[in-house]
């Protein structure tokens, strides 16, 4: 009988994943490690390659991740740069898959049954139905959430989401403790069934604002590279200025307020700005935000990924990470003229 890779796993008391990376990435494996397992596999006469690998496990060694946003923008980047960190040390290589469209996302599911060429599959920031459900189980791999509604009532193995409801509220009751009623809410047009993180921090900003008797009213940022451009045109057409702006993101909040600002408004002076995510840059000019850390959500949900391929039951496979208000410049008490 031949010698699998199991065996010299459990005869070098490793894992899987780090006989592997023994042969196929031996930068990534300590020295001592790297000897013993490849010392053992000779002894075991047993050899391998990245695709041998993949053979003797049944393993594609490969990790399908949707996201429905741009890749090049900060949240998606910085989850592929936490996954990488992780799911690279074992062995695996990561597929980006950018759902854009319904098309896009119909063809992805019925497709990957077929190919069989995931171990697992990360969803980022949208839900999965019915039908999308069956196909995956089709392939029997875990699906595994970062920022995905409901997960344990869509199928999801496990999730890490940050609490967008809990921060939506912070930032609606920091504005509304500042004396700002007059509030508008500027969003994104992206297809929100792709993309439900962020229609949930809409809908609790917005359900907040109504408990204290206050209709903010809502702009939409469409795509493209005027898009600030746009929102500061509708800005300056209404009959009155908001005293404060809330913004689905950070993208959105930091080029308002050099926009803003341009148009010889002051912040917080006249308007206070607050947006979401604390992300690149928020610091530096002093953004009011609602913090979430996407690399570490990308950890967390990577060895939640590891685990269930595994064969692992993780002890907590649908983690909630709670959002944090951070109160920087941008905002202030609202103008005593508006009070």
């Excluded at 920091?174 to 962020?198: K, N």
């Excluded at 590279?225 to 950070?250: G, H, N």
């Amino acid at each position: 009988m031949s010698t699998s890779i199991q065996d010299v796993a459990h005869a070098a008391n490793v894992s899987i994943s780090t006989v592997s990376r023994s042969f196929t990435r031996p930068e990534l494996v300590s020295k001592a490690t790297r000897e013993k397992v490849l010392r053992i596999a000779e002894e075991l006469n047993f050899s391998t390659s990245r695709s041998a690998v993949a053979l003797k496990t049944g393993r594609a060694l490969r990790v399908a991740l949707l996201v429905s946003d741009h890749i090049r923008l900060w949240f998606s980047a910085s989850v592929i740069e936490g996954l990488n960190q992780v799911l690279h040390e074992e062995g695996y290589d990561i597929s980006i898959f950018q759902i854009s469209s319904i098309e896009e996302r119909k063809e992805f599911f019925e497709m990957l049954p077929v190919r069989r060429n995931a171990d697992a599959v990360i969803v980022v920031s949208f839900d999965i139905d019915n039908t999308e459900i069956a196909q995956l189980n089709s392939a029997a791999v875990p699906i595994v959430g970062i920022n995905s509604v409901l997960p344990q009532e869509r199928g999801f193995s496990a999730s890490i989401n940050i609490d967008d409801v809990q921060g939506s509220i912070l930032a609606a009751r920091h504005l509304i403790s500042l004396g700002h009623r007059d509030i508008a809410y500027v969003r994104t047009d992206r297809d929100v069934s792709l993309h439900f993180s962020v229609q949930q921090r809409f809908d609790a900003f917005m359900e907040c604002c109504a408990h204290s008797g206050i209709a903010p009213q809502v702009i939409t940022a469409p795509e493209g590279p005027t898009r600030i451009s746009q929102v500061v045109t509708e800005l300056l057409s209404m009959d009155r200025m908001p005293t404060a702006i809330a913004c689905q993101e950070d993208g959105i909040a930091v080029p308002l307020i050099f926009q803003l600002m341009r148009n010889g408004y002051s912040i917080p002076g006249e308007i206070s700005v607050i947006g979401f995510d604390n992300s690149v840059y928020a610091a530096d000019i002093g953004l009011t935000t609602i913090s979430q850390d996407p690399v570490e959500l990308a950890h967390v949900a990577a060895r939640l990924t590891l685990q269930l391929i595994d064969g692992q039951t993780p002890r907590d496979p649908f983690l909630l990470e709670p959002a944090q208000l951070i109160v920087r410049s941008s905002t202030g008490p609202c103008p005593k003229t508006h009070a």
